[in-house]
């Protein structure tokens, strides 16, 4: 075989129909040379002959690693990644079905900019329904990205290491990964030009333990990084979005998200992020609409409107008005 690209590492469970659909998918719609790392977390015996047959079948392109016991996903991708020397690694659900090209294009992502460590495809998962087309070369920053299918530098595991498996069974250990390469410099992004579809059935949340787990570890995750908040600016004039740029980027660096709406003109130049909503909005009364009436409560709201800084504070909003003017001491 070529030097391996990339080495695909997939945890299974079960679903035996899912992944057999994944990897005919990453078998007709990827060209660039590949390995695919199978890890069988203890799977019933029809998923886990399937396995075992592909690997014999396919000597060499498909490893297959057997665990009698379901390990969890950040230790199996773990396993994964351990016998992987390939430049880059790439972890991949087993619901999930790639197009083409998928991959070529995370990894020219990756390649374009020396900074990009981790690499996310277009998504149903991240609010894109279809592939688009007139795309290839573009892409946006994210605060984290989402292990469904993640691209990875070898570089940057050799800077921060493998998945935290204090994170097992799994839950927000590909959050807590993407937090760790941006504190090394990193950014991560995502591929405007790949496309996976996640059908988000994964065995996984079948566990009887899943609720127990994600409450365990959403504690672990906010006591190391802070809790996750949500935030937004209103700006009734121009001139004030210089005054907040600065601010914005570091509650985006942080990983919180973020919404600006603007009852003036938006300014131009504003850096798209995937944490980041920009709206504009005429009226007082549709902006407390919109910031009322959401089911998840804004942690903060900044606002240079002293009737909406009133309303906002009889419920008990946190606020700080007015925002200053672009330079102003």
């Not at 709206?279 to 909406?308: A, G, H, P, Q």
Request: hydrophobic share 35%; proline share 3%; charged share 30%.
């Amino acid at each position: 075989m070529p030097d391996i690209k990339c080495d695909i590492i997939i945890p299974v469970w079960n679903e035996r129909e899912f992944t057999e659909r994944c990897i005919e998918s990453i078998a007709n719609n990827t060209d660039v040379s590949h390995r695919v790392i199978l890890v069988d977390n203890a799977s019933d015996a029809e998923t886990a002959v399937y396995l075992k047959e592909l690997s014999e079948k396919n000597k060499g392109a498909v490893i297959l690693i057997r665990n009698e016991e379901n390990i969890g996903f950040p230790k199996a991708v773990n396993q994964g990644i351990a016998i992987s020397n390939a430049p880059y690694r790439c972890i991949l659900n087993n619901d999930t079905e790639v197009y083409k090209g998928w991959l070529e294009e995370m990894i020219k992502i990756a390649e374009s900019n020396s900074l990009i460590g981790i690499v996310n495809p277009s998504s149903n998962n991240l609010g894109q329904p279809q592939p688009m087309e007139g795309f290839s070369g573009k892409w946006i920053e994210m605060s984290s990205c989402i292990g469904f299918c993640m691209l990875i530098k070898k570089e940057v595991i050799g800077k921060i290491g493998k998945l935290d498996e204090i994170y097992s069974p799994g839950n927000f250990e590909d959050t807590d990964f993407s937090r760790r390469a941006a504190k090394a410099g990193y950014k991560c992004v995502m591929a405007k030009g790949a496309y996976v579809y996640h059908g988000q059935n994964t065995g996984f949340k079948k566990r009887k333990d899943w609720d127990e787990g994600f409450k365990r570890n959403l504690d672990i995750f906010n006591k190391r990084w802070g809790k996750i908040e949500r935030i937004v600016y209103i700006i009734g004039k121009e001139d004030r979005y210089g005054a907040i740029k600065e601010s914005v980027d570091s509650f985006l660096k942080a990983g919180h998200f973020v919404q600006i709406i603007f009852k003036c003109d938006i300014p131009s130049g504003i850096k798209e992020h995937a944490s980041l909503r920009i709206f504009k909005v005429k009226s007082s009364i549709t902006i407390l609409w919109r910031v009322l009436m959401r089911k998840k409560r804004f942690n903060k709201i900044f606002t240079d409107s002293k009737f909406l800084t009133n309303i906002f504070h009889m419920f008990r909003y946190k606020t700080i008005s007015p925002l200053k003017r672009e330079g102003s001491a």
